[in-house]
């Protein structure tokens, strides 16, 4: 059974960090590109950040560049984000979601073939 498990999420103080990690069990990520998306209350998912399976090039927002990092450990099967400074706005839910192939497939969540069950991030004071 293919299955992506996020979790790291929870409550932080604005300013703090957290780091979120998706693993994939029944099958190897090696192959496919990651992204990260979120969802607030009320509001789209969003993506967030992603990952090729090609070369490890990456995108992001511009509401979390130089913020928030993306990385893989194809060893580990195991792709993390990184959030630095967090901001109240970053409270969602985050989900991580895998797509076969080199690329990442755009904003669009239909695009991607697997998605976790997603993890609670609150940022609050």
């Known amino acids: 059974q293919l299955q992506l498990v996020e979790s790291g999420g929870g409550l932080v103080q604005p300013g703090g960090s957290l780091r979120l990690s998706c693993a994939a069990s029944?099958?190897?990520?090696?192959?496919?590109?990651i992204g990260w998306f979120r969802q607030a209350p009320g509001k789209e998912r969003e993506r967030v950040s992603c990952?090729?399976?090609?070369?490890?090039?990456?995108y992001y927002a511009d509401s979390v560049k130089g913020r928030f990092t993306i990385s893989r450990d194809n060893a580990k099967n195991t792709v993390y984000l990184q959030m630095n400074s967090l901001e109240p706005e970053d409270t969602a839910i985050y989900y991580c979601?895998?797509?076969?192939?080199?690329?990442?497939?755009?904003?669009?969540?239909?695009?991607?073939?697997?998605w976790g069950q997603g993890t609670q991030v609150t940022v609050s004071s």
């Open positions: 979601t895998a797509v076969k192939g080199p690329w990442c497939r755009g904003n669009v969540p239909t695009n991607y073939d697997y």
């Open positions: 029944g099958f190897t990520l090696d192959y496919y590109a």
């Open positions: 990952i090729s399976s090609s070369d490890g090039s990456t």
